[in-house]
């Protein structure tokens, strides 16, 4: 959640959905200081594969609406955020984004998975999909890795 609430603040401080990319990284690292312009790159890319951000052209597109979302007066992205989630980390994002605790999604993945014996990714993928949330992305990435 807390790579949805570091993205969401420039569009917030900007009051729109689109933005160019330079004007992204100038809100991150010099208004917030909270990275450097190096990082703010890299968050723009780890948050387009989380699908929070899309590309036309120049311009940097939201895929939710910032407005929904809180920033917490102190609160500071760790950076964290700038590595790659695994497809199982992505899931279990969507799964908390749309209701469910951590601890609930986990159990019943964990569960699942030793039911039907797969793989977590796997197990978090028909978890989620029991819940109807999108995750065709992840399941994409899934399948990947498991063919290499």
Do not use: C
Request: charged letters at 30%; a negative charge.
């Amino acid at each position: 959640m807390s790579l949805r609430i570091a993205v969401a603040a420039p569009f917030q401080q900007n009051g729109r959905e689109r933005m160019r990319e330079s004007e992204f990284v100038v809100a991150l690292s010099l208004d917030r200081d909270w990275f450097s312009p190096d990082q703010a790159k890299r968050l723009v890319d780890v948050a387009s594969g989380q699908g929070l951000l899309s590309h036309e052209d120049e311009t940097l597109v939201a895929e939710f609406d910032p407005a929904d979302i809180e920033i917490p007066d102190e609160f500071q992205p760790d950076e964290s955020l700038l590595q790659e989630q695994s497809t199982f980390e992505k899931v279990l994002d969507k799964l908390v984004a749309h209701g469910t605790t951590k601890q609930t999604a986990v159990a019943e993945i964990n569960e699942l998975q030793q039911e039907v014996g797969i793989s977590v990714e796997a197990a978090a993928i028909v978890y989620a999909r029991r819940k109807g949330i999108d995750v065709s992305g992840e399941a994409d990435e899934a399948l990947e890795d498991l063919k290499a």
